[in-house]
C-alpha cells in the first residue's frame, strides 16, 4: 500500500559525501509517517540502525555517523534526506528507509503501515 523510493546512493572516495533521499507514496492520497529511520546492511553483519527521526522532529544518530550524517525532512511532502559527509570506507554498505504511519483511504478510516525502501547501494573506497 505505502511505497519507499530510494535515490542517490554511488560511488566516493573517502571523506567524500553523498546525499540520499526516500519519499513516501501510496496507491491512497494521504499518508501521515510518525517515525522514519535509516538502516544499513553489509553481507555478513547485523543491520545497523542509522538514524531516526520522529513526527516531531527529534532526531537521533548511531554513534558509527554522530557527527557526519544529518537527518531531515520534509512532512508535507513525505520526503526525508540523509546528508553524508566525512564518509569512511566502513560507511559502505546498502541502505534502507524505513517509515511508520497512518494510510488513509477517507477522512474516517486509516490502516497502519510499516514500510521499506528497495535500498541504495553506498560504496566508499578511494
Known amino acids: 500500500q505505502v511505497r519507499l523510493v530510494e535515490s542517490g546512493g554511488g560511488l566516493v572516495q573517502p571523506g567524500g559525501s553523498l546525499r540520499l533521499s526516500c519519499a513516501a507514496s501510496g496507491t491512497i492520497f494521504r499518508i501521515n509517517v510518525e517515525g522514519w529511520s535509516w538502516y544499513r546492511q553489509t553481507p555478513g553483519k547485523q543491520r545497523e540502525l542509522v538514524a531516526t527521526?520522529?513526527?516531531?522532529?527529534?532526531?537521533d544518530y548511531g554513534d558509527s555517523v554522530k557527527g557526519r550524517f544529518n537527518f531531515w525532512g520534509d512532512n508535507a511532502k513525505n520526503i526525508v534526506y540523509l546528508q553524508m559527509n566525512s564518509l569512511k570506507p566502513e560507511d559502505t554498505a546498502a541502505y534502507y528507509c524505513?517509515?511508520?504511519?497512518?494510510?488513509?483511504?477517507?477522512?474516517?478510516?486509516?490502516?497502519?503501515?510499516?514500510?521499506w525502501g528497495q535500498g541504495t547501494q553506498v560504496t566508499v573506497s578511494s
Open positions: 524505513n517509515a511508520v504511519g497512518w494510510h488513509y483511504s477517507s477522512s474516517s478510516s486509516a490502516t497502519r503501515f510499516d514500510s
Open positions: 527521526l520522529s513526527g516531531a522532529g527529534v532526531r
